[in-house]
Nanobody
Framework: QVRLVESGGGLVQTGGSLRLSCKTS????????MAWFRQAPGKEREFLAA????????KYRDSVKGRFSVSRDNDKNSVYLQMNSLKPEDTAVYYC???????????????????WGQGTQVTVSS
């Protein structure tokens, strides 16, 4: 059974930082591209960052470039999202997702990802 479990969310003030973690099990992690998405109330789920299976290939949403950083540890079957300079508009539920990496292209569409975590809430106060 494949499981993705996010952690690290919480309440932070504007300008603060959080590091989200996503621990996976039940899949051959080193063959999966991983991604982070978020969804705010009343809005569609949006792509934030993706990382290829060997971390050589990384893609970010333009609005988080320079503030967010994605990384992975294949030995720990985990992917991370370091978030700095947080803003109130970053408030959302954050999800990690995975897809078996059959091509080197990193996808931004949620429909391309096969497995999802349950999400972790991030709230940024002004």
């Amino acid at each position: 059974q494949v499981r993705l479990v996010e952690s690290g969310g919480g309440l932070v003030q504007t300008g603060g930082s959080l590091r989200l973690s996503c621990k996976t099990s039940g899949l051959l992690f080193g063959t999966y591209a991983m991604a982070w998405f978020r969804q705010a109330p009343g809005k569609e789920r949006e792509f934030l960052a993706a990382i290829g299976r060997n971390a050589a290939n990384i893609k970010y949403r333009d609005s988080v470039k320079g503030r967010f950083s994605v990384s992975r540890d294949n030995d720990k079957n985990s992917v991370y999202l370091q978030m700095n300079s947080l803003k109130p508009e970053d408030t959302a539920v954050y999800y990690c997702a995975g897809r078996w990496e059959d091509v080197t292209t990193l996808f931004t569409a949620a429909t391309r990802y096969h497995y999802w975590g349950q999400g972790t809430q991030v709230t940024v106060s002004s």
